[in-house]
Nanobody, 126 residues
């Protein structure tokens, strides 16, 4: 069955970097839409970035543009989120998600992704 396991979260100072990893099994990341989402306490889950299944275009929410980069390693069946210049507002639990979605990934709500990892905590604090 489809499984996603995130890793790489932790505590980092403002301006620092982290790379989140998401190990996928039961499907190929090359053929699924992949999303990175985050949820801070008291806030709704929001999409941070995603890769569309059809053309592999990437999308980023405005607050992370220029700082975060999403990528996949099809040979390893891995998904990554490189996060640079981290800010306290980036503090959240980060999730990767996958689904077979025909349209651009940014058009779908979080609940339209049917496969989720368990999440990894990212805390940005001095």
């Amino acid at each position: 069955q489809v499984q996603l396991v995130e890793s790489g979260g932790g505590l980092v100072q403002p301006g620092g970097s982290l790379r989140l990893s998401c190990a996928a099994s039961g499907f190929s990341v090359a053929y699924y839409a992949i999303g990175w989402f985050r949820q801070a306490p008291g806030k709704e889950r929001e999409r941070v970035s995603c890769i569309s299944a059809s053309d592999r275009r990437t999308f980023y929410t405005d607050s992370v543009k220029g700082r975060f980069t999403v990528s996949t390693d099809n040979a390893k069946n891995m998904v990554y989120l490189q996060m640079n210049d981290l800010k306290p507002d980036d503090t959240a639990v980060y999730y990767c998600a996958a689904e077979r979605l025909a349209l651009s990934c940014n058009l779908y709500r979080p609940d339209e992704f049917g496969n989720w990892g368990q999440g990894t905590q990212v805390t940005v604090s001095s």
